[in-house]
């Protein structure tokens, strides 16, 4: 059921480490950008979401900050355990047919 | 509550078949999406129904079409199957649509074209 895998950018972290992802979106209009994680055979999972009103948002053990003048979205993962790796996508509402749009993805690796 | 159930999960046709795929969402949810994802592409948006309309059409050619019942469960097909249709069919559903709440995606449908 593996889905994504080649040519993704890889993040390899140490077990208890921070992880922080980047994604570049494409759409200076959109205004509401979500992240999700894709385990290995299955489908993606939300994870967190920001609207263009805010720079920054908090989770459990998740951040998402947002830089609306670059265009820049970036995950911050607290603490980064062995059940975090995953592939992580970031989506933007900014789809011409009223969809959103989701990035190629980053694939996070977590060492042991 | 059970999930977004997708069957089959894993699929092998020939050049020129078609195929049909299905979707259940969760109860309750009236928005059914459908994307296609492949390593070179990523996640494409097919398209959206929503109360047995479609809402939104991603840019497909018409080989690929969609339909949904009035229990919200949702169909794809594809037909005169081509190589670079072989992907991950990920179905994902929600209450009234990706914008208004959270999107709960399947596990997919994996595609082989032979």
């Known amino acids: 059921g593996e889905s994504v895998g080649l040519h993704l950018p890889t993040l390899s972290v140490q077990e208890g480490d921070n992880s922080i992802i980047n994604c570049a979106y494409s759409n200076s209009a959109s205004d509401y950008f979500i992240w999700y994680k894709q385990e290995s055979g299955k489908g993606p999972q939300f994870i967190i979401d920001i609207r263009s009103n805010m720079d920054k948002r908090q989770g459990q053990r998740v951040t998402v900050l947002l830089n609306k003048t670059v265009k820049h979205l970036s995950l911050q993962i607290a603490a980064t355990q062995p059940g975090d790796s995953a592939v992580y996508f970031c989506?933007?509402?900014?789809?011409?047919?009223?969809?959103?749009?989701f990035g190629k993805g980053t694939k996070l690796s977590v060492k042991p | 509550k059970a999930g977004v159930t997708q069957t089959p999960r894993y699929l092998i046709k020939t050049r020129g078949q078609q195929v049909t795929l299905s979707c259940s969402p969760i109860?309750?949810?009236?928005?059914v999406s459908w994307y296609q994802q492949t390593p070179g592409q990523g996640l494409q948006f097919l398209f959206e129904y929503f109360s047995e309309t479609q809402r939104n059409k991603g840019n497909f050619p018409g080989r690929f079409s969609g339909r949904q019942f009035s229990n919200s469960r949702s169909e794809m097909n594809v037909s005169t199957l081509e190589l670079g249709d072989s992907a991950l069919y990920l179905c994902a559903s929600s209450l009234d649509g990706w914008n208004t709440g959270e999107l709960f995606f399947g596990e997919g449908s994996r595609l082989t074209v032979l």
């Open positions: 109860s309750g949810h009236r928005s």
């Open positions: 989506a933007e509402n900014g789809g011409s047919q009223g969809n959103l749009i």
